[in-house]
């Protein structure tokens, strides 16, 4: 079971938004601002789309957007396209240098 | 550019111990940065394994840290896993990555398959 919640999977249409939430507690997402998100395609290893919440690393799209509302963190894909088909993993830190990760959630590109 | 590569037996008997190595390029290990383990059971999400930084101090997941020993080997820049005891639940991918409060580099992922 993973420490995170995230729901198994979100879809829509290209063009549309689709938001992904990830669910922790105080001691993870709550208590840090070190939530990040990684797309995974099959076969592939994960990448890192969003960090610190809200931050996007050199090269991924602005389509791309993190938020945090107390023990939620959201990830929101704007004006789909079919290569953002893929599973999403949220994560925290939670000190000690360790991360928990999110049950992923499986964005279905229709 | 920081790159990680994953190498390893790619089958482990149970009640063995699985050991895998993370050889980095692009980087010095003993510089800087936190360096960890990730790994992924077939069909499933990711799990977080645990880390050592580049001072020595070790951080594992507490569902693991009975079982797992990281450790580090600067003079080749690289970094090893050991696991003991393993069953087909270790059955996974496992990852290595850099970490910085996130894991900003993965290595590409080897698939370790637990069975006699």
């Known amino acids: 079971q993973s420490v995170l919640t995230q729901p198994p999977s979100a879809s829509g249409s290209p063009g549309q938004s689709v938001t992904i939430s990830c669910t922790g507690t105080s001691s993870d997402v709550g208590g840090y601002n070190q939530v990040s998100w990684y797309q995974q395609h099959p076969g592939k290893a994960p990448k890192l789309m969003i960090y610190e919440v809200t931050k996007r690393p050199s090269g991924v799209p602005d389509r791309f957007a993190g938020s945090k509302s107390g023990n939620t963190a959201s990830l929101t894909v704007s004006g789909l396209q079919a290569e953002d088909e893929a599973d999403y993993y949220c994560?925290?830190?939670?000190?000690?240098?360790?991360?928990?990760f999110g049950g992923g959630t499986k964005v279905t590109v229709l | 550019q920081v790159q990680l590569q994953e190498s390893g037996p790619g089958l482990v008997e149970p009640s063995e111990t699985l050991s895998l190595t993370c050889t980095v390029s692009?980087?010095?290990?003993?510089?800087?940065?936190?360096w960890g383990w990730i790994r992924q059971p077939p069909g499933k999400g990711l799990e977080w394994i645990g880390s050592m930084s580049y001072t020595g101090r070790t951080f594992y997941s507490p569902s693991l840290e009975s079982r797992v020993i990281i450790s580090l080997d600067a003079s080749k820049n690289q970094f090893s896993l050991k696991m003991t005891s393993v069953t087909a639940a270790d059955t996974a991918v496992y990852y290595c990555?850099?970490?910085?409060?996130?894991?900003?580099?993965w290595g590409q992922g080897t698939l370790v398959t637990v069975s006699s």
């Open positions: 692009g980087y010095s290990i003993s510089s800087g940065y936190v």
């Open positions: 990555g850099r970490v910085n409060w996130i894991v900003d580099y």
């Open positions: 994560s925290s830190y939670v000190g000690g240098e360790n991360l928990v």
